[in-house]
């Protein structure tokens, strides 16, 4: 089970289809989700915990690395699902161009994305949705050049800088991966919009459903769950 909430239809199972995938509601990050983007990344553990920071962290520099984040300088993002539990982030990274990759940009600042689902909501296409965001957002910010670094063993980066048409290079086990993007035009600007107040809207409901669960189990007589 995922977690994430899905309303399974019979009929298409009789019919012999393929449900269609759930849509994926991202949501912009801010400093009140801190806590929960920590308690996200302490439950990426073992081998995937070093493909997604690309060496092994101990929970203290996990700890650090969610903390020196910059709010008003980066962009993250987030899925949560129907318990409201953080299960997946995709941090979009602002930085100055640097040299050897001029003849990449003309532009001022070049953006990298890092992306993490945990296992439980993996195979949704959670992680494609998360760097679809991270790229209309570069657009509509002039950004035109989104890279991704990683381990050339990363699956998940790989899947999703080959299903984006991303230019990969490798080198000793390491992989970056660009892809250019176009200037942001009325459509890229309304997108952008639509997809963070349909995520508002779920991340209220979502919200209000855990506040309410909560505030039901503290009432006289019933039991705490286990």
Not at 150 to 172: F, P, T, V, W
Not at 190 to 216: C, F, G, H, P, S
Request: aromatic fraction near 8%; include cysteine; charged fraction near 30%.
């Amino acid at each position: 089970m995922s977690g994430l909430n899905l309303f399974r239809n019979p009929l298409h199972k009789w019919l012999g289809r393929a449900e269609p995938r759930p849509t994926v509601p991202v949501k912009e990050l801010r400093e009140r989700d801190r806590r929960r983007m920590l308690r996200h990344f302490l439950q990426i553990e073992g081998r995937d915990r070093l493909l997604r920071f690309g060496s092994h962290l101990s929970d203290e520099q996990v700890a650090k690395y969610v903390n020196a984040i910059d709010f008003h300088r980066d962009m993250v993002f987030g899925v949560y699902n129907r318990v409201f539990r953080l299960v997946a982030v995709g941090h979009l990274a602002f930085a100055e161009k640097q040299p050897h990759k001029n003849d990449v940009t003309e532009k001022d600042r070049v953006a990298e994305f890092g992306v993490s689902v945990l296992k439980s909501a993996r195979g949704l296409g959670i992680g494609s949705k998360l760097f679809e965001r991270a790229a209309i957002v570069c657009r509509n910010h002039d950004v035109d050049t989104l890279y991704m670094h990683c381990l050339s063993s990363n699956q998940i980066m790989m899947h999703i800088a080959k299903k984006a048409g991303m230019e990969i290079h490798r080198d000793y086990g390491e992989a970056d991966a660009y892809l250019k993007l176009g200037p942001a035009n009325p459509a890229s600007v309304l997108q952008e919009a639509m997809q963070e107040q349909l995520a508002t809207i779920d991340y209220a409901l979502k919200a209000n459903v855990r506040r309410a669960a909560k505030l039901w189990d503290m009432l006289p007589g019933r039991k705490p769950k286990q």
